[in-house]
């Protein structure tokens, strides 16, 4: 079965880091494109970083440049995502997201989420 299992979230003061995981299982994890969202409460889910499925190219919401980074090991079927600097606004549940489009076809999958807090 398809699983992401993200890990990492903490509760953290502001100006300090964190590093989440997301661990796939069940579909080919090198094929796909990779990314990290985040949603709060009464906010839509929005995109954070993106990776392409070689690991070639990223991309990042304007809120995080230059202090997120997001870095993938396709031997370890995992996706990673650097956070330093954190900020207050950066308190969300993130989740992991596994993409791939063929042609009409989209296959995507979700994680369970996890939590960062960052305190003022």
């Known amino acids: 079965q398809v699983q992401l299992v993200e890990s990492g979230g903490d509760l953290v003061q502001a100006g300090g880091s964190l590093r989440l995981s997301c661990a796939a299982y069940?579909?080919?994890?090198?094929?796909?494109?990779m990314s990290w969202y985040r949603q709060t409460p009464g906010k839509e889910r929005e995109l954070v970083a993106g990776?392409?499925?070689?690991?070639?190219?990223?991309n990042y919401a304007d809120s995080v440049k230059g202090r997120f980074t997001i870095a993938r090991d396709n031997a370890k079927n995992t996706v990673y995502l650097q956070m330093d600097s954190l900020k207050p606004e950066d308190t969300a549940v993130y989740y992991c997201?596994?993409?791939?489009?063929?042609?009409?076809?989209?296959?995507?999958?979700w994680g369970q989420g996890t939590q960062v807090t960052v305190s003022s």
């Open positions: 069940g579909f080919t994890f090198r094929v796909y494109a």
């Open positions: 990776i392409t499925s070689g690991g070639g190219s990223t």
């Open positions: 997201n596994a993409r791939l489009v063929v042609g009409s076809l989209r296959s995507e999958y």
